[in-house]
């Protein structure tokens, strides 16, 4: 089975990729917070965000069809978010324009991120700059056994399809899709059971030691100042 | 060196739904044998392997290279005994191939600048390129993932390797290099398997295990040629020994 792989693109070798984790985690959440934060009406703000954006995304290497194609896939449930704001009266399409450039933008910034980032570095940055043990740990192992879960999924759905002849009724389909979930649950249940005796037998005592690879270079305070320096420029110029 | 890589006397193992899944195990290994642990599913084969460094404890004694498990050296005992899961999906859990791999060693307190090396020393032994070292678990083949969990319990450098299942699923040739490899460790091996023909290339010593007892215990040729003590437990005469 051939998954959509969140960082597939973390394995390139641009100036982006080779920053630490934990500057990516940081400069990219004030500039998505920067851009968030764009008033209305302000186009020359968000003009210089969109050049940003582009300058970034040049130089991470990331193709920018992958790019375009991600964002299409989440931009439809923005335009759903808001749909109504158009019709209010007086601002409404600039209001609803706002949030259209705010959430491409930050889409794209975000698909930036993880696509420089090899998932397992962000995990280990979010871990260095404070974030609970726990929540790193099952955010790892969300990631890891989404693609196992996927494919139980599948698995059950091509047995389903091969023991039925048309469609079943809602009322049916409904009751096998509830058993099909609580076969699901158990299943990872016990997977989870598993995992942990495996993680016993390799001496684990529910810690999570990191062997950390990558470390901050001069390109690291460079960055976060370059970055720093055009959100300043952009709030109090545009 | 210990005589014994492993004792085990009278255990019994019942799991929480009340599933008696060992009564009264007696089984001694010596240091450096082969034994395959051969029996329908639900025999307590699994269960038993589990027994040995400490993820369950039943009543009864398991001593691994002289300790007991319940003397309080379980970091230790897990260090000495490498168990290799059936499924290598419930084994390798970190984002990449490296971390899973350096999982043990950095539990068990082992330098960080040594796990480098140990880490890439595992990969070449079980076949691996250096290139997966970053790469996910879930962008390998099976035969890959059963490597990388491999190589996750070499890095350790056990004295016992516990298998589980090592062949299931994998395509004839995974199969065969997975063969090859095991053949070629030094260490004490208890196979728990379906593969009758893998556990006659491995081990010399057979044990027949049923409805969590030990029915059958000698050599591996011998009982695996007797077709009427594999046919009482759901198994079969391999390929390779019946007549022609």
């Known amino acids: 089975m051939k998954h959509s792989f969140i960082d597939r693109y973390a394995a390139l070798d641009s100036p982006l990729h080779l920053l630490d984790a934990r500057t990516k985690l940081l400069g990219f959440t004030v500039l998505i917070g920067a851009v968030l934060l764009v008033p209305p009406g302000k186009p020359f703000a968000f003009f210089a965000y969109f050049f940003l954006t582009a300058a970034l995304m040049g130089i991470s290497q990331v193709p920018l069809t992958f790019v375009v194609a991600r964002t299409l896939v989440i931009l439809p449930f923005v335009l759903l978010a808001g749909l109504a704001l158009p019709w209010r009266t007086g601002d409404g399409w600039t209001l609803f324009s706002t949030l259209l450039l705010r959430s491409t933008l930050s889409l794209i910034l975000l698909i930036l991120l993880t696509n420089t980032t090899r998932f397992a570095e962000l995990l280990r940055g979010l871990r260095k700059l404070g974030c609970p043990r726990i929540l790193a740990m099952n955010l790892g192992f969300l990631y890891r056994y989404l693609f196992v879960l996927t494919e139980e999924v599948m698995r059950m759905r091509q047995a389903r399809d091969c023991r039925r002849v048309g469609s079943a009724r809602p009322r049916a389909e409904m009751k096998l899709l509830g058993s099909m979930l609580g076969t699901l649950l158990l299943r990872s249940f016990e997977r989870a059971e598993r995992m942990y005796q495996a993680m016993l037998s390799r001496g684990s005592s529910g810690d999570f030691p990191i062997l950390a690879p990558r470390r901050f270079s001069w390109r690291d305070p460079a960055f976060l100042a370059g970055l720093g320096l055009f959100i300043w420029m952009a709030e109090f110029l545009t | ?244």
């Not at chain 2, 076949?127 to 879930?138: D, I, K, P, V």
């Not at chain 2, 035969?143 to 516990?162: D, N, Q, S, T």
Request: net charge negative; with cysteine; glycine share 10%.
């Open chain 2, 1 to 244: 060196m210990t005589e014994y890589a492993v004792r085990i006397t009278r255990l019994q193992y019942t799991y929480p739904d009340g599933t008696k899944a060992l009564e009264g195990i007696d089984l001694d290994v010596r240091t450096g044998e082969r034994v395959a642990l051969v029996g329908p599913s639900g025999a307590g084969k699994s269960t038993l392997l589990l027994h040995l460094n400490g993820v369950l404890t039943g009543a009864g004694t398991v001593r691994i290279l002289g300790k007991a498990l319940d003397g309080g050296d379980l970091r230790e005992i897990r260090r000495q005994v490498g168990m290799v899961f059936q499924d290598p999906n419930d084994q390798l859990f970190c984002p990449t191939v490296f971390e899973d791999v350096a999982f043990g060693p950095l539990n068990l307190g082992i330098p960080q600048g040594e796990i480098p090396a140990r880490v890439d020393k595992a990969l070449r032994d079980v076949g691996l390129e250096q290139s997966m070292r970053y790469r996910s678990s879930h962008h390998l083949s099976l035969g890959e993932r059963k490597r990388a969990a491999f190589a996750a319990v070499l890095v350790m450098e056990p004295a016992i390797l516990a298998l589980d299942e090592p062949t299931g699923n994998l395509d004839p040739r995974n199969r065969r290099h997975l063969i090859e490899l095991v053949g070629g460790l030094p260490a004490t091996l208890l196979l728990a398997t379906h593969d009758l023909e893998m556990a006659l290339s491995l081990c010399q010593r057979l044990v027949v295990m049923d409805r969590g007892k030990i029915w059958a215990d000698g050599d591996a040729r011998a009982l695996l040629s007797d077709s009427r003590l594999m046919e009482e437990h759901g198994l079969e005469v391999p390929l390779s020994l019946r007549g022609h």
